[in-house]
């Protein structure tokens, strides 16, 4: 039984270690250039602060509109 659990434990440490690069795709990058990322953080900053703008300017024109 203990030589049974000692070569299972050899064989998965021995197999564990080539399974790092599975994990690795070329379409999802672990590094992404700050000139990539942006163009997304201006259009999310963009959205945020348009959003708001306009959600207190409709809450103000409701409220003088009596509605």
Same mark, same amino acid.
């Given at each position: 039984?203990?030589?049974?659990?000692?070569?299972?434990?050899?064989?998965?440490?021995?197999?564990?270690?080539?399974?790092?690069?599975?994990?690795?795709?070329?379409?999802?990058?672990?590094? =992404?250039?700050?000139?990539?990322?942006?163009?997304?953080?201006?259009?999310?900053?963009?959205? =945020?602060?348009?959003?708001? =703008?306009?959600?207190?300017?409709?809450?103000?024109?409701?409220q003088m509109l009596?509605?």
């Amino acid at each position: 039984m203990k030589t049974n659990l000692l070569l299972f434990l050899i064989f998965i440490s021995a197999t564990s270690s080539r399974m790092d690069n599975l994990n690795k795709t070329p379409n999802r990058p672990i590094e =992404v250039p700050l000139n990539t990322l942006l163009p997304s953080a201006r259009r999310n900053t963009a959205n =945020v602060t348009g959003r708001e =703008v306009w959600q207190y300017s409709n809450l103000l024109a409701n409220q003088m509109l009596g509605t």
